[in-house]
């Protein structure tokens, strides 16, 4: 059971270029989320997904774009990298949120120059 | 929408000392709280969460929380800290009305140094 899977850990991207961060969870999880976390400013959420097929906007959306065609994954992508999507990028997941709260992804470092 | 107010950015603390984080939201409705843990560079871990029943809950690792519904805050306690308590703690919330299912709020977080 290797729970929430984030790949891949490290990124440099020129401006411009487009990238997709995967996030692939074993856990049989309906819900699925992305957040962003820049220092001093807590994390933020991107999208979030609450099953196959279904996706929303959460507060920093812009630039982002995802979708869900499986349960396991969820990947984001940014579609014209800017410098300001410089960030540590966390994926999260949960089969029953009420009860669990969500697992969290080990993160991925995103450096765009 | 909600929103998360972590009272304190940065604080410094001997071990044995005892510990109190601030956290107060502000939602219309009822939410669920928690509380994240994150050690340097290692991702967020689960401390405590809470959805109903008993305000005062307990977590890993010797941590407590208190949800007073009068004042929206949900502070973090722990009465004697240790040197590996180092790290990043986050205060989070989501609308129980939506069955937790879109996502978390969090605050900014609060940086919590312990020196021996």
């Known amino acids: 059971n290797a729970g929430v899977t984030q790949t891949p850990k490290f990124q440099v991207l020129k401006t411009g270029q487009s990238m997709t961060l995967q996030c692939a969870q074993d856990m049989n999880h309906e819900y699925m989320s992305w957040y962003r976390q820049d220092p001093g400013m807590g994390l933020r959420l991107i999208h979030y997904s609450v099953g196959a097929g279904i996706t929303d906007q959460g507060e920093v959306p812009n630039g982002y774009n995802v979708s869900r065609s499986t349960t396991e994954d969820f990947p984001l992508r940014l579609l014209s990298a800017a410098p300001s999507q410089t960030s540590v990028y966390f994926c999260a997941s949960s089969g029953r949120p009420q009860v669990y709260g969500y697992t969290f992804g080990s993160g991925t470092r995103l450096t765009v120059v | 929408a909600q929103s998360v107010s972590q009272h304190n950015h940065h604080v410094i603390l001997s071990e044995a000392a005892s510990l109190e984080l601030g956290c107060n939201y502000s939602?219309?409705?009822?939410?669920?709280l928690f509380w994240y843990v994150q050690y340097p560079g290692q991702h967020l871990q689960l401390l405590l969460k809470y959805f109903s029943g008993d305000p005062l809950v307990k977590g890993i690792k010797g941590f407590e929380a208190e949800f007073i519904k009068s004042k929206f805050s949900f502070n973090l306690r722990k009465p004697s800290v240790q040197w590996s308590d180092t790290a990043e703690y986050f205060c989070a919330v989501n609308p129980y009305s939506g069955g937790g299912a879109d996502g978390l709020t969090f605050g900014k977080g609060t940086h919590l140094i312990i020196q021996p």
């Open positions: 939602y219309g409705g009822t939410v669920n």
